[in-house]
């Protein structure tokens, strides 16, 4: 069974550019999470998607934004970049049918740096 | 909403040597409780959980954690860490009802020298 998929792994971008990055869930997963991890702050929520619908959404301004695809593959987008969000970002998928079904898997990550 | 407080960023400890890994947390529902490890340049791994039952619950690779709920505490242990141990430990807790979200610990860097 694949892991979950993150494009790209690395990427490097100039502040006020926009950034896309993806996830790929495991086969059968319908819940995708993302996270922002940096030294500072730890592992920090951002959203999650569930069938195509945002269930949970974290503490993050309005220029982070996601959507999820009816295949479950989700979309993290990052509009007007600035230096802060230099981070590795995490992509989690779970079966999502409730508590015990919440086993996250993670990816690899897709570690942005702004310049 | 749930709390999970690592209290040592850092823990450096010669190989052989055990080693325990605390972790509180605070939260006014019941909740499940997880340790993730996270090895350089990769994602999280899912190291063992507590879901119900016993409140000791093992991992494959000889860490084991033990659920305290008067302590609210979580704590990992390996009587005889490897130098291959040496990462990074997360923390984490969900609500045990309805759909909520992982809350994670801000993580302790476990340094296992020869």
């Known amino acids: 069974k694949a892991g979950v998929t993150q494009t790209p792994r690395y990427l490097i971008k100039t502040r006020g550019q926009q950034v896309t990055l993806s996830c790929s869930p495991i086969?059968?997963?319908?819940?995708v999470s993302w996270y922002q991890q940096t030294p500072g702050q730890g592992l920090q929520f951002l959203f999650e998607?569930?069938?195509?619908?945002?269930?949970n959404k974290g503490n993050f301004p309005g220029r982070f934004s996601g959507r999820q695809f009816s295949n479950s593959r989700s979309e993290m987008n990052v509009s007007t970049l600035e230096l802060g969000d230099s981070a590795l970002y995490l992509c989690?998928?779970?079966?999502?049918?409730?508590?015990?079904?919440?086993?996250?898997?993670f990816g690899q990550g897709t570690r942005l740096t702004v310049v | 909403a749930q709390s999970v407080t690592q209290l040592d960023s850092q823990v450096p400890v010669f190989e052989e040597a055990p080693v325990e890994l605390r972790c509180n947390y605070s939260?006014?529902?019941?909740?499940?409780l997880f340790w993730y490890v996270q090895y350089p340049n990769q994602g999280l791994q899912l190291l063992l959980k507590?879901?119900?039952?016993?409140?000791l619950v093992k991992s494959i690779n000889g860490f084991e954690a033990e659920f305290n709920k008067s302590q609210t505490s979580f704590h990992l242990r390996k009587p005889s860490v490897h130098i291959s141990d040496t990462a990074e430990y997360f923390c984490a807790v969900i609500k045990n009802s309805g759909y909520s979200t992982l809350t994670f610990g801000k993580g302790t860097m476990l340094l296992v020298s020869p």
């Open positions: 989690a998928s779970s079966l999502g049918g409730g508590p015990k079904n919440t086993e996250a898997f």
């Open positions: 939260s006014s529902v019941s909740v499940y």
């Open positions: 998607y569930f069938s195509e619908t945002q269930r």
């Open positions: 507590y879901l119900s039952g016993s409140t």
């Open positions: 086969s059968g997963h319908r819940s």
